[in-house]
């Protein structure tokens, strides 16, 4: 019996070399016996590895439960698992102890520690703390901005407005939309249920019915109406008015008006603006900066956006800055 094992072992050995098939049709005892009894070079997968995944690399061995190495073009880099799942035991002892890895994904055990962060899973984590704000948006729609990237910054918005705590007694918001004319959205607490405040948010048009961008006329209605007591503004609350803009006011004869407005807009008391500066895309870059730097409380309260995708990692500067005691 011993001879014929050892024979066994060297035509096994022959055969896994050259096709790898033979291990597949032993029986389940013997198939467990020969691959303890054998050592054969490892075969390279397609990517040129010996095993897809690993709980280790040559150049660092350490990982936690989280993560484990994943060959790509013939060499292994760093991967995450899925949301919430850890590598299986099975999978880290195999490294530890015989330094190899496996073909199947190891990641196969809920852990509530390798759950991503709001960070990681690119959803910011807006700081909510109950400050009790009015917030104002006016939005620009005008023609200058491309389709695709008013639906982004629609996206952003109702990302934002999910995240606030709109309720009596916490935040208050309202806003409008501008082109060449002034489109309404809500005004502060004209909706006592939140979830008909975001919705009114979520359906509001991006295509203007005219082009222009009206600047001038945007601060003036957010002034006079939108952040008037009789329009809902608390007067023992802070106000905060966010303008998101790609441009300057055109036409462009007038805007001394808008900057008129401005001076109007930061006599308010308990007041404070910003300005999300939006890139033009027809125009190739940032325009308007002068006229964001007069519309906003201070020059820091203006966030000039080199891509649309930017967005969301403003808003938690913004609304702890809004947040905060006057």
């Known amino acids: 019996m011993c001879c014929f094992l050892v024979d066994l072992l060297a035509i096994i050995a022959v055969f896994s070399l050259t096709?790898?098939?033979?291990?597949?049709?032993l029986p389940k005892g013997l198939k467990a016996k020969v691959e303890?009894?054998?050592?054969?070079?490892p075969v390279l997968v397609d990517d040129g590895c010996p095993s897809r995944f690993t709980h280790g690399s040559p150049h660092n061995n350490l990982l936690d439960d989280c993560h484990y190495y994943s060959c790509k073009q013939g060499n292994y880099t760093r991967e995450r698992c899925p949301d919430g799942l850890r590598v299986d035991n099975r999978f880290k002892n195999i490294w530890t102890k015989r330094n190899k890895g496996q073909m199947s994904q190891p990641c196969t055990v809920y852990s509530q520690r390798c759950k991503l962060t709001l960070e990681e899973k690119g959803v910011w984590d807006l700081n909510t703390e109950i400050c009790g704000?009015?917030?104002i948006w006016t939005i620009d729609i005008s023609c200058s901005i491309e389709l695709g990237d008013k639906l982004k910054v629609k996206s952003f918005i109702r990302g934002v407005m999910r995240k606030l705590p709109i309720r009596p007694g916490f935040m208050q918001v309202g806003g409008l939309t501008f082109s060449r004319d002034i489109a309404h959205i809500g005004y502060l607490g004209q909706y006592k249920n939140p979830t008909i405040t975001r919705q009114k948010f979520k359906n509001y048009t991006v295509v203007p019915e005219s082009c222009g961008?009206?600047?001038?006329d945007a601060l003036e209605t957010a002034r006079t109406i939108y952040l008037s007591t009789d329009k809902g503004r608390r007067e023992d609350k802070k106000a905060v008015l966010l303008m998101v803009t790609d441009g300057f006011t055109h036409p462009a004869s007038r805007q001394n008006e808008?900057?008129?407005q401005a001076e109007l807009l930061h006599k308010i008391p308990g007041l404070e603006t910003f300005v999300i500066g939006l890139p033009n895309i027809k125009r190739e870059g940032l325009e308007g900066t002068e006229e964001w730097v007069a519309i906003a409380s201070k020059p820091e309260n203006v966030f000039y956006l080199k891509t649309f995708d930017e967005l969301k990692d403003i808003m938690n500067t913004i609304i702890r800055k809004s947040c905060e005691t006057l």
Request: hydrophobic share 40%.
């Open 19 to 25: 096709n790898g098939s033979l291990l597949d049709i």
């Open 36 to 41: 303890k009894n054998i050592r054969l070079p």
């Open 133 to 135: 704000i009015d917030v």
């Open 213 to 216: 961008t009206a600047t001038y």
């Open 258 to 260: 808008t900057f008129h």
